[in-house]
Structures are given as C-alpha cells and as structure tokens.
C-alpha cells in the first residue's frame, strides 16, 4: 500500500519517495488519516516505528493545506508545537521536518537548550511555523518574552513516558498552559502509565486511540544474546567481543556517566576508537560524536540511556549492554537501535551476578527468556558473591540521581543490599545457554 492513498499533497509524496518509503508503516497507516482528520491523538509507539513521519507528514499537510485556516494578520506565528526530550531527538525530528517539507513553503525551527540562545533569538524573529523544542529552553523564550505560543493549532508530545521520566511534568504543564485551548493534540509514548493517563486526561480530547509495535525490538530480527561474566571482567570481554569477532559499529550502554568515561577511555587505551555521549558532554561535543558514528568513522559510540533516547541509527548490527539497565523498559529503547529495516541485529548484554534480578525483570517484561553464553576464558567466577547496585552503577558511592535532571528517576531500583542473587544462581541460569541463538517473539512492550 503506497503514500498516495493518504490524499497527501503532491510535494510531501515527492519528498517521501525521494526518501526511499514505499510502503507506510503500520503506525503510519493509523496515524496519517487520523492526523488529517484533525481528531486528537494517542498513539502507543516508540522510536523505530516510523511514528515522526506518521505525525509530521499529515502536519506538514494540515498547515500547508489553503483551506486549513491559519492566522490572518499579524506577525506569522508557531503553528505547530512538537516537545521532545531530548536534544538528539529535537535534532532528528526537525531534520525529519526538512526532509518531508523540502518541496513545501514552511519553516521549521529547532530550540534546544546547551547552545547560545541568541541565535535562536535572532531565528524567533522570522517566520517559524513549526518549532520542534525540548521544554527547558522553550520555557527561557517564554520568559525572556521571545516567544509566542498563542497561535498554536497543533500540539505534539513524543516520547511523553520519557518527558515524564526525565522529570519535565511540571514544565509541560507550564507550557500546556500558554497554548491557545482550541487545538489539536498529538501524545506518542511507548508505555501507557498512570501518569501517562493522567497528563492525557487534561489533554486530549476523544482522542483516536492507536498503538505499533516497534518494528525492531519485536522483530525476527534481532537476536538477545546473554553472555554471563564476573563484573570486573565486562570491559576485557567487551574488547575481546569487539576484536575477534569484528565489530565495526557498535553502541555500547553504561549505565552512568561516569561507567561511560571509563569504559570508552579503556577502549581506546585497547586501540579501540570510542567516543562517549552523555548528558555533560556538549551539545558540539555530542552531536560530532554522533556523526562520526553514523558515517561509520567512530567504532564504538558509549552512550548512558538518556543521551542516547531517540537517536536515530539504521540498521546498526550491535547494541551492548555493557550494564543492564534498571528500568527494565530501558533494555527496549536500547535494542530499538538495532536490526531496522529488515537488517539484523545483534543485542549482547554482558551480565555479572549482581545484575541477575534486573535481568529476570526484563526478560518479564519483553516476554522472552534470554539465551545465555559462556566465553571461554570469561566464565564467571562461582566465589563471586552479589554486590548491591548503588547509585546505578556496581560498587559506585554517589547519590543515585537522573543522569538529565538530577532527580530521581521514576521506576529506578534503589540500592539493594543483599536482595541479590548468589553466583551459584548466575552458573545456574549459564546452564541454560542453548546452542542457537534465541530470537525474541514477544511484543517487546
Ligand atoms: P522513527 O520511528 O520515526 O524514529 O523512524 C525510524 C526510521 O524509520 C527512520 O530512519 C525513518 O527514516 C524510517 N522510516 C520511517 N517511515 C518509513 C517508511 N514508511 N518506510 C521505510 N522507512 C521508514
């Protein structure tokens, strides 16, 4: 089934093609017609569904359409809102916007915090139809009285679960409340919590209710691999990993800033080029990273969880989890980077003994027991007792606080002495390594 059953302009089909989509995808197919029929939305879909063309083609299309009224006098206004978490994401969704709109008379701005605001000062004095901005910043404009937010005719949250996670309730309410109150209401979120429903509840209206499963984690395509190893053996597995079997792109997750600095500091000491992105890394400083690693320079990129929300990598053969995360949730968003469009993809997660809880919780939550196995060489010590998380990091002492906003996080485990496992339960679960990789069939949500 191709775009041009949506009734899209010919310019937004033109640009799509040049993109190479034939088909929409399954979250697509809901969303475009709904979007262009000016319902509000709830859709429960995550990164790797195709969901920013599924809202950015029908708003391209709303907002370039004539016969959609748009302000008749005064100075042009921000016609359409979209808040992201994250700046990576910002950045991505608003080159999604220039792409799909290239043939289309719109603009498109980007406002993200760590970079200078005058610039953006100086961009706000133009005309901005649609501004794709993580809320922070947005909130700086509204207070320094640089922007105006009263014209807005569409609102998109994406990646809602996430704002909220990252502790920006309060700002979006804040900017929920500068926005004219006849709008239409787009909200994207992976999961569909309490707090979820909440937010929606004072936000849309009757809205058209659609969910996707993601076309990676879900996939045929992506192989879960368990390889059991005592905690301060993961950076040499991970460099042996990386060696013999020729890893030339890998995303590797810690689960703290600091793990990430060490972990990519010892690769590169192992002739390994790895770089790290995380939340104090700069905006300059993380977007070259990223570039490198997409073009394929960089080998390995070494990323914590927030930093590495949204990024958009195809087809990339290998994600590591050199920590499991401690949302299980998180383990999802990490995979989601690999096997795209019908590529395989390989998730590897090196697991210690402290980690066995964190690991039964996510393989409840994906629906999918993970195969375990041994390296020889790396097995695991039996003596080697359980040590408690701290601060989401093995053996670390500092306060456990939300990498992007120094909050605690929402679902995070707190320290848990002695709740762990023995070594003996680790050579136990080794037990169960099946010869042939096992690929995941649940929904992965
Ligand atoms: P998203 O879920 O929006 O982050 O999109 C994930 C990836 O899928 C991006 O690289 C898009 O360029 C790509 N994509 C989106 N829609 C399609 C489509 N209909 N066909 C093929 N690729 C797509």
Redesign the pocket.
Known sequence: MSFSIFGLSDEIIRAVTE???????PI?LQAIPAVLSGADLMAG??????????FTLPILHRLSDKSVKGPSSGRPAVRALILVPTRELAA?VEQ?IREYGKYLKLNSMIMIGGVNINPQITRLKSRVDILVATPGRLLDHVQQRTLDLSRVEILVLDEADRMLDMGFIREIRKILALLPESRQNLLFSATFSDEIQTLAAGLVNKPVRIEAARRNATAENVTHIVHPVDRERKRDLLAHLIKRQHWAQVLVFTRTKHGANKLAEYLVRSDIPSLVIHGNKSQSARTRALAEFKTGRLQVLVATDIAARGI?I?ELPHVVNFELPNVPEDYIHRIGRTG??GAKGEAVSLVCVDELKLLTEIERVIKCELTHHLIAGFEPDPDIRAEPIINGSNGGRRGMVSESTGRQRHGQQRGRSGSQPGAGMLAGQAARSRPAPHRSGGRGR
């Open positions: 993109c190479g989509y034939t088909d929409p995808t697509q879909a995550q990164t790797g569904t195709g969901k920013t063309a599924g991505q999604s958009d195809t795209r469009a």
